[in-house]
């Protein structure tokens, strides 16, 4: 008995042209319940059917697109397991329609059942799970994607097979996605304006501070030219009016040869009456 090392075996068989009946007959056993069977698409050769298979569609790709259960038009074999990843271009959607659903299966359709999620896997929204007979009906997903999933178990007795065909179809905004759009524009909006505002404070306090360092250096100045007078010595009412005497003699260019200086008892005279005109002042 020989045992395949892997999940494959082939039986290759030649002849030669002349018809001399010749044959051969092989008995084979499988050491596992659970093996994988190859799956045909319409119009492309057969593959593997391998979890999360994709089929990405094409712009070209409207109509006349199938995925057919294998051995379809016939029973599908036992302990099969497939995924099928429909992914639609950006702005379009894909859409199923099940032409036809024989699965065979018990109470709870647990083991035999055709699933087709609305979105990239199994994990997504579950939007049918089509068992025993299923009428014919059309599922669009919501986005870009859809899934499909095939199983059958090891009971011989079920029947299983399936027809679907998948289209694009453009999609439609909803207010939902309009009102996202508008949430999108007030918050970008509202970023700008921040932005200006920002620019404009920014402009405001260099400017200011370029004002600033202009007027600085004036008031420095202003401050010690206020600095040298208040430097000098307070005169009382009589200093003053005795200093502005002095100025109106000292400053008459044309009378000072004329006048003559005061005499001795003059200016004792003058310094009494300054003096008690001082000590009126502080008492009143």
């Known amino acids: 008995m020989q045992k395949s090392q892997t999940q494959f075996i082939s039986f290759p068989f030649t002849n030669s042209t002349k018809s001399t009946h010749n044959g051969f007959l092989s008995t084979f056993t499988l050491d596992h319940s659970y093996f994988r069977i190859p799956y045909l698409i319409h119009n492309t050769s057969a593959r593997e059917c391998v979890n999360g298979t994709d089929i990405k569609l094409k712009t070209t790709n409207l109509t006349d697109n199938y995925i057919i259960s294998p051995n379809f038009p016939e029973d599908a074999p036992r302990n099969v397991w497939c995924g099928f990843k429909l992914t639609a271009p950006v702005k379009r959607k894909v859409c199923i329609e099940v032409e036809l659903a024989v699965i065979g299966a018990r109470k709870r359709c647990k083991f035999n059942t055709l699933k087709i999620f609305d979105g990239a896997n199994q994990k997504s929204i579950l939007l049918v799970n089509l068992c025993r007979r299923a009428s014919t009906d059309t599922y669009c997903s919501s986005k870009r994607s859809l899934y499909v999933q095939f199983s059958t178990d090891q009971d011989i007795t079920l029947k299983d097979s399936f027809k679907i065909r998948y289209y694009l179809k453009k999609q439609k905004h909803t207010g939902e996605d309009k009102s996202n759009n508008a949430l999108i524009f007030i918050i970008v909006g ?95």
Do not use: F, W
């Not at 600085?216 to 005169?235: A, G, I, Y």
């Open 190 to 284: 509202m970023v700008l304006l921040l932005v200006c505002v920002m620019a404009t404070m920014l402009y405001i306090i260099r400017k200011n501070r370029v004002n600033y360092c202009v007027q600085k250096p004036e008031e420095s100045n202003s401050q010690q030219s206020s600095l040298v007078e208040h430097d000098q010595p307070l005169m009382t009412s009589g200093e003053r009016d005795d200093a502005r005497e002095t100025a109106l003699v000292v400053t008459d260019p044309v009378d000072s040869d004329r006048v003559e200086p005061p005499t001795y008892n003059e200016v004792l005279e003058q310094d009494r009456l300054r003096s008690s005109i001082h000590i009126a002042q502080e008492i009143a």
